[in-house]
């Protein structure tokens, strides 16, 4: 009995660093976020309760209309560019050969390193008019002289190959998952005739449909939340064409002083984010296969 | 055991708390010091920094970043009540935090003088004041200016006169765009610089203006579309630059900037010949120059630059209510504004000093760059040359200077009129300014 009892009290102890760090980071600061986001509060004063009027604000408010429609370009042109590239790579270094693991961790390096400033700003350069893709094109014999991220519709696009070229994480379940295949699956079918694209299409994508549908849950939440890319590269332009919301938000909590509006704007975001990851899940039923592999 | 092992957890929830909550300095000799800069004032400020602790036994954290980041940096340490002790300060952005109390007021440590501001003009002095109290010692005088690359117009055999109307602007623009594909960048950097100029050209003394108890914004919509129709006439005539000619620079980087990155020098059409900015970068400018450009200044264009034209307190320097140590925060102060030896190592990269007396102690020493700089500025402030100008800001022009860059874009790309560019930033301006 005493030993349950010192077990019970190492286990609150033990929890306890998160507890503190769930309640301490997470569920304070969003409801001091969602008290904010009835205020008027600029960082330097006291915030002033204003009611729903940030609510009403951002009904006609234009620029954020435009974010929002930049975030969707953005979430739903990347995310299903990346998960289609991260399962492609996938595939192809699931065969074992000598160099598989040097090949693994290369994939995986833009990953880690494209959320880095320096290479942010690497990119960046890279996309100047003056830079190394239009050098390179100018090799081949095209236009040398694109603006790529003078152009509204090129500067969106250069943002989402970005997010596509850090494909790693998603690679990396991919990878997973399809190990976790029996191979005597893929015997059966070529013993009965199947062709590639049918063993794909029938036994492959069926069955790593749990993966594909947990990132198409992260990546779409981190679509709708990207920052980093607009801000390091495009700064939001050129015509607010890469304004992202979460890169509006931040305009206006920390450039403009309007926290009070930015914390009903991160709440507006909070929902839609749970619309949509709602969505997701009604449709789970329909096309992820969770019957196990027996 | 286990009574140690829970000892040893709090601890460390602890300790990490305190290492969150901790960031300003409570200890006697130490001080934290704000600035934005680039990277020659940066290894200026730092060297200045360390003879301070040499002269007066005082460690100084350095809290820097670039002016674009600066004030999005300090406003949560103003909530978290860490501010540092002292911090550079931007006039137009001083009277939103006087009146949210965030700095203190210096008139006590000037009258005991423990703040030394004998040798500053008080004309200059009362640039930092708000009501009764003076909330920062003006570091030095800058002046609105167009910087522009001299090699390339000698080279032309064209001159750029002092004073410069719009006209003459225009057709200088058009010669070199015609003689070489080398564009203007009017408002590539941040638009509310010439538009400020424009403004005033056209009699309009201040850009936004006390109103009753709030403020609006200066002149009316057509003071605004004459500014936009002149823009306008650069992108159809080809000599302005355009969106697509920045291609995504930074337009706060003068590293990048088109009147002096390298990569753009066999590119005439990426390059500019000039930067409506401010006197005092013309130092920054000139050491990222190209081997052979030879950089100078002249009046921002307006209608009537004799009008437009004007100087102020470029920064001054501040003591933040969090700071621990007034005492201390205000020998760094004043080691700053009298110290001769921190003066030669800054040498006006700020802008020419507001100490007359260090002024022209450093004046022989300056580089010829800040030379060109001394003498524009001295040029400007003489009778006649420029009107004074009030550069405190309200709420909200932050927010109303993002429309102005996002409208003039706008009419750059051709996706709307003069007319409703102007009408769509005054009716904006009337409602964000508080």
């Known amino acids: 009995m005493k030993n349950r009892g010192n077990e019970g009290a190492a286990g609150v102890i033990f929890a ?45 408010d234009g620029r954020l209309h435009n974010s929002f429609r ?94 596509v070229w850090q494909f790693g ?126 | ?57 005082v460690q100084v954290e350095e809290v820097v970043t670039a002016f674009g980041d600066y004030f999005s940096m300090l406003a949560p340490l103003a909530v978290s009540r860490t501010l540092p002790d002292v911090m550079q300060h931007n006039i137009p952005q001083l009277l939103e935090w006087v009146e949210s109390g965030l ?17 500053i003009p008080q004309a200059v002095m009362d640039q930092a004041r708000v009501g009764n109290g003076i909330y920062g010692i003006p570091v030095a005088m800058n002046v609105s ?24 602007f225009a057709q200088l623009a058009r010669t070199i765009y015609q003689r070489t594909g080398i564009r203007t960048s009017y408002t590539g950097e941040l638009p509310v610089n010439p538009l400020i100029a424009h403004l005033r050209g056209q009699g309009v003394e201040r850009f936004v203006q006390r109103s009753g108890g709030g403020w609006q914004l200066g002149g009316t919509a057509a003071n605004y579309q004459t500014f936009f129709e002149f823009i306008q006439t650069g992108v159809r005539e080809g000599w302005h ?30 390059r500019s010949w000039i930067s409506i900015n401010w006197a005092n ?34 920064m001054v320097w501040s003591i933040t209510r969090d700071a621990r140590n007034p005492d201390e925060a205000a020998g760094l102060v004043n080691f700053l504004i009298n110290s001769q030896e921190a003066n030669d190592v800054m040498l006006g990269e700020r802008g020419i000093p507001s100490n007359t007396a260090i002024a022209a102690n450093i004046a022989p020493k300056l580089s010829a760059a800040n030379q060109v700089q001394a003498e524009y500025v001295e040029w400007v402030n003489r009778a006649g040359n420029s009107t004074p100008f009030f550069g405190m800001e309200p709420a909200g022009t932050a927010q109303l200077n993002a429309e102005i860059s996002l409208v003039t874009d706008m009419v750059i790309s051709g996706q709307i009129t003069p007319a409703a560019a102007a009408q769509r930033v005054f009716s904006f301006g009337q409602g964000v300014i508080k």
């Open chain 1, 16 to 60: 306890l660093p998160f507890m503190i760090g769930f309640l301490g980071f997470l569920v304070v600061p969003m409801m001091i976020s969602l008290y904010y986001s009835f205020t008027e509060f600029n960082l330097l004063r006291d915030p002033t309760w204003i009611g729903f009027r940030n609510y009403v604000t951002m009904l006609g």
């Open chain 1, 70 to 163: 930049a975030t969707f370009l953005f979430a739903f042109g990347s995310v299903p560019l990346r998960i289609m590239f991260a399962l492609g790579v996938a595939l192809l270094l699931l065969k074992s050969t000598k160099m598989m693991g040097i090949y693994r961790a290369m994939y995986y390096l833009p990953s880690i390193l494209g959320s880095s400033v320096a290479v942010a700003i690497l990119w960046q350069r890279m996309f100047f008019v003056n830079g190394t893709v239009n050098t390179l094109l100018g090799y081949i014999g095209l236009n040398r002289n694109f603006s790529w991220l003078g152009n509204p519709v090129s500067a969106m696009w250069v943002l989402i190959l970005m997010a």
């Open chain 1, 169 to 294: 994480s998603s690679m990396l379940i991919f990878l997973a998952s399809l190990k976790q295949i029996p191979q005597t699956y893929y015997e059966a079918s070529r013993i009965d005739g199947g062709g590639k694209l049918r063993v794909f299409f029938k036994i492959t994508l069926p069955l790593i449909s749990p993966a594909i549908f947990f990132n198409l849950v992260m990546q779409t939440i981190n679509g709708f939340l990207a920052f980093n890319q607009a801000f390091l590269v495009t700064q939001g332009g050129p015509l607010d064409s890469t304004m992202f919301f979460a890169l509006f938000m931040y305009n206006h909590t920390f450039a403009f002083g309007n926290a009070g509006y930015s914390s009903a704007m991160a709440w507006v975001m909070l929902l839609m984010l749970a619309v949509f990851t709602g969505i997701l899940f009604l449709t789970k039923r329909f096309w992820v296969y969770e019957g196990g592999f027996s």
């Open chain 2, 1 to 57: 055991m286990k009574k140690t092992v829970v000892l040893v957890l709090a601890l460390s929830v602890f300790a990490a708390g305190s290492a969150f909550a901790s960031g300003r300095s409570d200890n006697p000799g130490q001080l934290r010091f704000a600035w934005w800069g680039n990277p020659t004032r940066n290894e200026q400020t730092s060297k200045v920094l360390g003879m301070f602790t040499q002269y007066s036994g």
């Open chain 2, 103 to 119: 700095l203190l007021d210096l008139t006590p440590f000037i009258a005991d003088g423990r703040i030394d501001v004998s040798k």
């Open chain 2, 145 to 168: 200016a167009m910087i522009y690359d001299k090699a390339l117009t000698d080279s032309l055999g064209l001159t750029v006169p002092r004073n410069i109307t719009l006209d003459q």
């Open chain 2, 241 to 270: 630059t355009t969106l697509e000619d920045w291609g995504g620079r930074n337009r706060s980087a003068v590293n990048t900037n088109p009147l002096v990155y390298p990569a753009d020098l066999q590119n005439p059409r990426l």
């Open chain 2, 281 to 314: 970068q013309i130092e920054a400018f000139q050491a990222a120059a190209n081997p052979g450009q030879n950089l100078a200044l002249t009046t921002p264009p307006s209608a009537n630059p004799q009008r437009s034209n004007f100087g102020r307190a470029s």
